[in-house]
Each structure stands twice: as structure tokens, then as C-alpha cells.
């Protein structure tokens, strides 16, 4: 079991930054995968960004690329989610997810861990 705890949401400017935290628990090595996706209000749940807990790996959203940087901690218990430049369209719940292998990261169901996630909201 993988347990994830988000944090870091608020309420941000357009043109802000904010970095989210996901602390995660468990047996953390057998899902070394970390995705973060988003829900908007009335919209499906999609892919933000994957990193592996070594960092070698990641993957972005094109609507996120340049933007947004996922990393983790040197304790390989923590997966961060750097976002600059935000924007309104940018408003979701965040959450953060654990897989075991790397492939398919952006597809929903194939991640077994999910946190509760943490609300940002982008002001114009």
C-alpha cells in the first residue's frame, strides 16, 4: 500500500507561481512512478506531468510544457509539482498518483495510488 498526502493548493494570480507537495508513505518503492493530473469543475480527470522517484524520467502535458516542473526529494518521499506563469484555465483540483511502471503515464487507470488532492485556483 501506497499512501499520498497533497498540499500547497491555494488561491494564485494570474501570472503566479505555486508549488504543490505530495508526501507519500508506504511501500513506495513498488509504485516508483509519480503522475499529477487534474479535474476542472464538470471535466474529466487529465494527465499533468510524471516523474520517476529517481527524476530520470518525466513527462509533461503539452498545455503544461515549459510551465510546470515536477521533481522529488533527495528521500525519494516527496514528489513536488512547480507551476509558473498560471493561468486561469489552469483552476482544478490537484492530485497526485503512483504507478509501477513507466508506460502509458498518462492514462488515468493505470495508476493504483491516488492522494485526495488540493485545490488551485487561478484569479484573471
Known amino acids: 500500500q501506497v499512501q499520498l498526502v497533497e498540499s500547497g493548493g491555494g488561491l494564485v494570480q494570474a501570472g503566479g507561481s505555486l508549488r504543490l507537495s505530495c508526501a507519500a508513505s508506504?511501500?513506495?518503492?513498488?509504485?516508483?512512478?509519480m503522475g499529477w493530473f487534474r479535474q476542472a469543475p464538470g471535466k474529466e480527470r487529465e494527465f499533468v506531468a510524471a516523474?520517476?522517484?529517481?527524476?530520470?524520467?518525466?513527462s509533461y502535458a503539452d498545455s503544461v510544457k515549459g510551465r510546470f516542473t515536477a521533481s522529488t526529494n533527495n528521500a525519494r518521499n516527496t514528489v513536488f509539482l512547480q507551476m509558473n506563469s498560471l493561468k486561469p484555465e489552469d483552476t482544478a483540483v490537484y492530485y497526485c498518483?503512483?504507478?509501477?511502471?513507466?508506460?502509458?503515464?498518462?492514462?488515468?487507470?493505470?495508476?493504483?495510488?491516488w492522494g485526495q488532492g488540493t485545490q488551485v485556483t487561478v484569479s484573471t
Open positions: 498518483a503512483a504507478k509501477r511502471t513507466w508506460n502509458n503515464v498518462e492514462v488515468l487507470k493505470e495508476y493504483e495510488y
Open positions: 516523474i520517476t522517484w529517481s527524476g530520470a524520467f518525466t
Open positions: 508506504g511501500r513506495t518503492f513498488s509504485s516508483p512512478v
